[in-house]
């Protein structure tokens, strides 16, 4: 058996890469982001926290990554963030992702939460949380 191996940087490019290639998905936002620009309007999709745990088998090693992505819009209502949020989902819920260096098994939406800025009434945002189960190759 080899060493174990990291699965958070591939797995969050091939999330990246998924989200970017989609036309209906980039017709909604003005980009999906890893770190924003201060210039870019909302709406906009960016790559938030994640978690990557140990998900070994009998001499096998595997990863569950849970990544978290935020829609973000200034839109009155939750409607835009909302719509954001199912593209999101039907992007990635048990749809094939490509991992360099990984075998996926499966990804799971976990949840979607709105949410609104106290701070700035107008800004509305939405939470979506997957988990990605992977294996080494």
Do not use: C
């Amino acid at each position: 058996m080899s060493t174990p191996y990291a699965a958070l940087t591939p797995t969050q490019a091939a999330i990246y890469a998924a989200l970017t290639s989609d036309l209906l998905l980039m017709d909604m936002v003005n980009g999906v982001y890893d770190g924003v620009p201060e210039d870019v309007p909302r709406p906009y999709v960016l790559l938030g926290d994640a978690i990557e745990t140990p998900d070994n088998a009998h001499g096998a090693f595997g990863r569950q990554t849970v990544q978290t992505l935020h829609a973000w819009s200034d839109y009155h209502g939750y409607a835009e963030v909302n719509a954001i949020a199912y593209r999101l989902q039907q992007l990635l819920d048990h749809q094939p992702l490509v991992i360099a260096g990984h075998r996926h098994v499966v990804t799971r939406f976990e949840f979607a939460q709105t949410l609104t800025d106290p701070d700035q009434p107008g800004l509305r945002h939405a939470a979506v949380r997957f988990r990605i189960i992977t294996s080494k190759e």
